[in-house]
T-cell receptor
Framework: EAGVTQFPSHSVIEKGQTVTLRCDPI?????LYWYRRVMGKEIKFLLH????????ESGMPNNRFLAERTGGTYSTLKVQPAELEDSGVYFC????????????????FGPGTRLLVL | DAKTTQPNSMESNEEEPVHLPCNHS???????IHWYRQLPSQGPEYVIH???SNVNNRMASLAIAEDRKSSTLILHRATLRDAAVYYC?????????????FGKGTRLSVIA
């Protein structure tokens, strides 16, 4: 079974440009999460999709970040326009969905996209 | 999620056991104790989790104190591949598929 994949693995852009990160979750996983680690900081949650719906986007830093999940499959995270402080590693994770009732699942992470904004 | 406290770093010799501690004095009755680790240049990966009883899997063991205010991740024979940052994370069973809340974790170095 293929794991979570992310593309690109690295991206170097100039301030003010646009970058789109892609995440392909494990097939059949309804939950998809985006996290990021900026330099010297802890890994922080950005947002959570359940299928194509945004369940929680409380971690999105500002309106320069736009996440979509088309058809409940892959997800994209667009940063427009990119700023210097957006540099860091962006991780995607997925987990199956067990419905309601207090259940939780192990999250499976991709290798991350390393973004450098110059 | 309740907070956890871990040492910033630890060091171990290869092929020796490693005990990674985690304090979670404000843990609630429905909090599970999870451990993830992040190997260099990779995303975090699940290691183990438990509620009250000690747990074993192919990667590690988890020893949970009787009062649940602390736990210890045990790697029985550290290898160079185990060098990583280890995160102790509490997850509330009643809150479903919530995001993981990462702290600073413990950076484990393994010496050959």
């Amino acid at each position: 079974e293929a794991g979570v994949t992310q593309f690109p693995s690295h991206s170097v852009i100039e301030k003010g440009q646009t970058v789109t990160l892609r995440c392909d979750p494990i097939s059949g996983h309804d939950n998809l999460y985006w996290y990021r680690r900026v330099m010297g900081k802890e890994i922080k949650f950005l947002l959570h999709f359940v299928k194509e719906s945004k369940q929680d986007e409380s971690g999105m830093p500002n309106n320069r970040f736009l996440a979509e999940r088309t058809g409940g499959t892959y997800s994209t995270l667009k940063v427009q326009p990119a700023e210097l402080e957006d540099s860091g590693v962006y991780f995607c994770a997925s987990s199956p969905f067990e419905g309601t009732g207090g259940s939780w699942e192990t999250q499976y992470f991709g290798p991350g996209t390393r973004l450098l904004v110059l | 999620d309740a907070k956890t406290t871990q040492p910033n770093s630890m060091e171990s010799n290869e092929e020796e056991p490693v005990h990674l501690p985690c304090n979670h004095s404000t843990i609630s009755g429905t909090d599970y104790i999870h451990w993830y680790r992040q190997l260099p240049s990779q995303g975090p990966e699940y290691v183990i989790h438990g509620l009250t009883s000690n747990v074993n899997n192919r990667m590690a063991s988890l020893a949970i104190a009787e009062d649940r205010k602390s736990s210890t991740l045990i790697l029985h024979r550290a290898t160079l591949r185990d060098a990583a940052v280890y995160y102790c994370i509490l997850r509330d069973e009643d809150q479903g598929n919530t995001p993981l809340v990462f702290g600073k974790g413990t950076r484990l170095s393994v010496i050959a």
